[in-house]
């Protein structure tokens, strides 16, 4: 059976802008090769799993590849590599001193993290503790210079990968795409169908989360340890909190990163405005004593997706543990991954885990709009199977900026006539026509003060913008043309319209339609 590897460029990182190194895949294909009834599987690894780890390569991708005639896709995607490597970074050391009364230079004969645990289980011990104040949260890294985003890069980066294994295998059944994940894989894999409702036949969600999780984000800011190292010193049991070296910050809302409520609805399964009904079916298992992914998150998830999808949700009770299928009574049950595949596929006999039809995202080109708050994210798909998503500004549509709608369609059709109105006047001054020039100069200066008088009413609603300076630069040069005309200086009139009142209506004209058309499209 045979297994290609792949690197291709991932998505930007559209929300903090970090570069990204090459995304690698590993795809598997059925002993028999590939033909027009051949699937695909995506297998999304959890927290600590990895795509050419053995078990995905040796096990679980070879035997659904060559059972369920599929080949089966694993990724590396963003923030994969959950490093183990102890960082003291400023913060750590100045707590400690301050908690403990430990200087900087204890620390400093540190060669690895054995010799990190035995300083602190030294330090507990001698002051009769079990654990470390979560003020003290060393670091642990992420690899490739990444971070947590906790789904959302991800998900972005499953999609990827998906456009990039159909273009390369065309005969693949597109009404035979299946995404599957346990723990934070099954998250991942709730996301894709999230952002893309289309694309799949078959969602498998094995104790996945429902929404961000704001210890995997900024766990020393809420005193809530990322990672835990339990550490065993003097037949003691001790316990370390750990962080993840996270760029987000939920306290500082200033800050280029910080993770606001936006950020929250684009990873947050239970968005109804998000959902949209599709022929997906999904099936979700989940522990009734999961202590790490909420079930009561999870049942409001499987009562929400039953609107719009079929929808198998099964909660795991005690009695329903054999040792085989389920073996733990906690998080993620221990589920043999082949096993519950294959419960899938006998509940899933009826349809043979596909769609009536292979028609999706990038079939449709699609665009899927979320609207997240302060901001949109925008999926577009495309039938050469890329994906490009935007983040873009939403504009609040409240009572004092939805009547001014209309205020804002007149006035840019006002300037169009304005437009034509200095064509009109630099025309009959040419024609020494002097009297209908006037009066279409008066209608314009009329115009002017009618549009700044209407556009004060709503001025202070809108986002921040250039107008006030752009409209008295064009204010001043129209008062200077008011002088020309009352002294009968044509030639000067005319080269005063062409040189300074044209170019700064059109500035002003040009800034009005860029603030005013985000509200009027919207």
Same mark, same amino acid.
């Given at each position: 059976?045979?297994?290609?590897?792949?690197?291709?460029?991932?998505?930007?990182?559209?929300?903090?802008?970090?570069?990204?190194?090459?995304?690698?895949?590993?795809?598997?294909?059925?002993?028999?090769?590939?033909?027009?009834?051949?699937?695909?599987?995506?297998?999304?690894?959890?927290?600590?799993?990895?795509?050419?780890?053995?078990?995905?390569?040796?096990?679980?991708?070879?035997?659904?590849?060559?059972?369920?005639?599929?080949?089966?896709?694993?990724?590396?995607?963003?923030?994969?590599?959950?490093?183990?490597?102890?960082?003291?970074?400023?913060?750590?050391?100045?707590?400690?001193?301050?908690?403990?009364?430990?200087?900087?230079?204890?620390?400093?004969?540190?060669?690895?993290?054995?010799?990190?645990?035995?300083?602190?289980?030294?330090?507990?011990?001698?002051?009769?503790?079990?654990?470390?104040?979560?003020?003290?949260?060393?670091?642990?890294?992420?690899?490739?210079?990444?971070?947590?985003?906790?789904?959302?890069?991800?998900?972005?980066?499953?999609?990827?990968?998906?456009?990039?294994?159909?273009?390369?295998?065309?005969?693949?059944?597109?009404?035979?795409?299946?995404?599957?994940?346990?723990?934070?894989?099954?998250?991942?894999?709730?996301?894709?169908?999230?952002?893309?409702?289309?694309?799949?036949?078959?969602?498998?969600?094995?104790?996945?989360?429902?929404?961000?999780?704001?210890?995997?984000?900024?766990?020393?800011?809420? %005193?809530?340890?990322?990672?835990? $190292?339990?550490?065993?010193? *003097? @037949? +003691? &049991?001790? /316990?370390?909190?750990?962080?993840?070296? =996270?760029?987000?910050?939920?306290?500082?809302?200033?800050?280029?990163?910080?993770?606001?409520?936006?950020?929250?609805?684009?990873?947050?399964?239970?968005?109804?405005?998000?959902?949209?009904?599709?022929?997906?079916?999904?099936?979700?298992?989940?522990?009734?004593?999961?202590?790490?992914?909420?079930?009561?998150?999870?049942?409001?998830?499987?009562?929400?997706?039953?609107?719009?999808?079929?929808?198998?949700?099964?909660?795991?009770?005690?009695?329903?543990?054999?040792?085989?299928?389920?073996?733990?009574?906690?998080?993620?049950?221990?589920?043999?991954?082949?096993?519950?595949?294959?419960?899938?596929?006998?509940?899933?006999?009826?349809?043979? %885990?596909?769609?009536?039809?292979? $028609?999706?995202?990038?079939? *449709? @080109? +699609? &665009?899927? /709009?979320?609207?997240?708050?302060?901001? =949109?994210?925008?999926?577009?798909?495309?039938?050469?199977?890329?994906?490009?998503?935007?983040?873009?500004?939403?504009?609040?549509?409240?009572?004092?900026?939805?009547?001014?709608?209309?205020?804002?369609?007149?006035?840019?059709?006002?300037?169009?006539?304005?437009?034509?109105?200095?064509?009109?006047?630099?025309?009959?001054?040419?024609?020494?026509?002097?009297?209908?020039?006037?009066?279409?100069?008066?209608?314009?200066?009329?115009?002017?003060?009618?549009?700044?008088?209407?556009?004060?009413?709503?001025?202070?609603?809108?986002?921040?913008?250039?107008?006030?300076?752009?409209?008295?630069?064009?204010?001043?040069?129209?008062?200077?043309?008011?002088?020309?005309?009352?002294?009968?200086?044509?030639?000067?009139?005319?080269?005063?319209?062409?040189?300074?009142?044209?170019?700064?209506?059109?500035?002003?004209?040009?800034?009005?339609?860029?603030?005013?058309?985000?509200?009027?499209?919207?």
């Amino acid at each position: 059976m045979e297994t290609q590897i792949f690197n291709i460029k991932p998505h930007a990182d559209i929300e903090l802008n970090f570069d990204r190194e090459e995304l690698d895949y590993y795809v598997t294909l059925p002993a028999e090769g590939i033909t027009e009834v051949t699937g695909l599987i995506l297998t999304i690894p959890g927290f600590g799993g990895l795509a050419n780890s053995t078990y995905q390569l040796e096990k679980l991708n070879p035997y659904l590849a060559e059972k369920y005639n599929c080949i089966v896709v694993s990724l590396n995607y963003f923030g994969i590599y959950r490093g183990l490597e102890t960082i003291m970074d400023d913060q750590f050391l100045i707590n400690m001193k301050e908690i403990y009364g430990v200087p900087a230079t204890y620390w400093s004969d540190i060669s690895s993290d054995n010799d990190f645990y035995v300083k602190v289980g030294t330090l507990l011990e001698s002051k009769g503790l079990s654990q470390l104040d979560p003020r003290c949260q060393a670091l642990k890294s992420t690899g490739r210079n990444e971070y947590q985003s906790f789904g959302f890069l991800p998900a972005l980066d499953c999609l990827t990968v998906l456009g990039d294994v159909l273009r390369r295998y065309p005969k693949i059944n597109k009404s035979k795409i299946i995404a599957y994940g346990s723990s934070y894989g099954g998250y991942i894999a709730m996301l894709c169908g999230k952002f893309a409702p289309n694309m799949f036949s078959v969602i498998i969600d094995n104790s996945g989360f429902s929404r961000t999780q704001m210890k995997h984000v900024a766990s020393r800011e809420i %005193l809530e340890q990322d990672y835990v $190292v339990t550490l065993n010193y *003097n @037949n +003691k &049991v001790y /316990t370390l909190p750990y962080a993840y070296n =996270n760029p987000w910050t939920i306290l500082d809302e200033t800050s280029p990163y910080y993770f606001g409520d936006s950020h929250k609805q684009i990873r947050n399964l239970l968005t109804r405005e998000h959902r949209v009904a599709s022929k997906t079916r999904y099936y979700i298992f989940h522990c009734e004593e999961d202590q790490i992914a909420s079930v009561d998150d999870k049942d409001k998830v499987a009562t929400l997706l039953s609107n719009y999808n079929y929808t198998y949700y099964k909660r795991i009770g005690i009695n329903d543990l054999d040792g085989v299928l389920f073996k733990k009574y906690t998080h993620a049950m221990n589920a043999s991954l082949r096993k519950l595949f294959d419960y899938v596929a006998e509940q899933d006999e009826e349809y043979g %885990l596909m769609k009536e039809q292979g $028609v999706n995202e990038f079939s *449709n @080109n +699609k &665009v899927n /709009t979320m609207n997240c708050g302060s901001k =949109n994210y925008v999926f577009s798909f495309k039938e050469n199977f890329t994906l490009n998503v935007n983040i873009t500004e939403n504009i609040k549509t409240d009572y004092n900026l939805i009547h001014a709608f209309q205020l804002m369609r007149d006035v840019l059709n006002i300037c169009d006539s304005i437009d034509e109105g200095f064509d009109f006047i630099i025309a009959k001054i040419s024609d020494k026509n002097y009297y209908e020039a006037a009066i279409v100069m008066q209608d314009i200066l009329d115009a002017h003060t009618s549009i700044t008088s209407q556009i004060d009413t709503f001025s202070r609603f809108l986002k921040e913008n250039n107008l006030h300076v752009v409209d008295t630069q064009f204010k001043d040069s129209l008062l200077e043309t008011v002088v020309h005309f009352n002294n009968d200086s044509w030639e000067l009139l005319e080269k005063q319209i062409s040189h300074q009142v044209v170019p700064q209506f059109l500035l002003w004209k040009n800034e009005l339609n860029t603030v005013f058309t985000p509200y009027i499209k919207h």
